[in-house]
């Protein structure tokens, strides 16, 4: 199974990005998918989560400015961020629950929001 993120960058505050999740090995709508940060300095974070049915969660946060979404016939989980904060400078990982808890990650990417 890979995960591969992308679409990071450098964005002013308030700003926008859309990071991208292509997985192979394993179909996105079978496994569920996170959305992960880790800033310089602190513990990773689950920052999103859509499940196999479709759930969503989001830590509170981002909520009302981050959207997850998935879509199948792409096998690609998307992270819309909106109205980016400095806070929210750190690099993204997209993983599944099972491998995140083997502590398997890819190289993720990186977001970087000035303010």
């Known amino acids: 199974v890979q995960l591969q993120a992308s679409g990071g960058g450098l964005v002013q505050a308030g700003g926008s990005l859309r990071l991208s999740c292509v997985a192979s090995?394993?179909?996105?709508?079978?496994?569920?998918i996170g959305w992960y940060r880790q800033a310089p300095g602190k513990q990773r974070e689950l920052v999103a989560r859509?499940?196999?049915?479709?759930?969503?969660t989001y830590t509170s946060n981002v909520e009302g400015r981050f959207t997850i979404s998935r879509d199948n016939t792409r096998n690609t989980v998307y992270l819309q961020m909106d109205s980016l904060k400095s806070e929210d400078t750190a690099r993204y990982y997209c993983?599944?629950?099972?491998?995140?808890?083997?502590?398997?990650w890819g190289k993720g990417t990186l977001v970087t929001v000035s303010s």
């Open positions: 993983n599944t629950p099972a491998l995140a808890m083997l502590d398997a």
């Open positions: 090995g394993t179909t996105i709508n079978t496994s569920g």
């Open positions: 859509i499940s196999i049915g479709g759930s969503i």
